[in-house]
């Protein structure tokens, strides 16, 4: 983000499809999995639990589910950081027939919260298909700089 709101792509041809398809008509995201906890480090085994359960469930393979689980955890721990006490981070994670989509944001203290050359943002970028960060400028109600990350994994090809 390095203050600039600039996105990131890893690869453009994504997102999981979802919201495309409803919008003309076809099948939406087959689940969609929404939680909201503090913005504190010891929450993150929890966000790692449940995208990994629900990830599993939904018959992903065991390396699409790491790299789900480990970019999840390089995502929220960089933005728990940049969060002041008090903080909620929302996290969202949809899927369907081609893929998981995850949605990380929070309001942060800092607009670096994930910087554009950060080692957990190269992580992130290698473990999934797409990503996006966006830092919207300070909002003076908020107390902070809105941010989020969005980030998408493909099944695996045998999957299909």
Same mark, same amino acid.
Do not use: H, I, K
């Given at each position: 983000m390095g203050?600039?709101?600039a996105e990131h792509d890893s690869t453009a041809e994504f997102p999981a499809g979802? !919201? +495309?398809?409803?919008? +003309?008509g076809g099948p939406a995201y087959l689940g969609e999995f929404r939680v909201r906890v503090p913005a504190v480090v010891s929450q993150l085994a929890m966000l790692r639990a449940v995208a990994e359960t629900v990830l599993l469930t939904a018959d992903f393979t065991l390396d699409v589910v790491t790299d789900v689980r480990v970019a999840l955890d390089e995502v929220a721990t960089a933005l728990m950081?940049?969060?002041?006490?008090?903080?909620?981070? +929302?996290?969202?994670?949809r899927y369907d027939a081609r893929g998981a989509e995850v949605?990380? !944001?929070l309001v942060s203290r800092t607009?670096?919260?994930?910087?554009?050359?950060s080692f957990g943002r190269h992580i992130v970028a290698a473990l999934t298909?797409?990503?996006e960060a !966006?830092?919207?400028?300070?909002?003076?109600?908020?107390?902070?700089?809105?941010?989020?990350?969005?980030?998408?994994?493909?099944?695996?090809?045998d999957e299909f």
């Open positions: 203050g600039n709101g979802g !919201s +495309e398809d409803a919008e +003309e950081l940049a969060a002041d006490p008090g903080r909620e981070l +929302e996290c969202e994670l949605r990380v !944001s607009e670096d919260a994930l910087e554009d050359d298909d797409w990503m !966006s830092c919207e400028p300070y909002d003076e109600g908020l107390g902070g700089y809105p941010v989020t990350v969005r980030f998408g994994r493909q099944r695996d090809v």
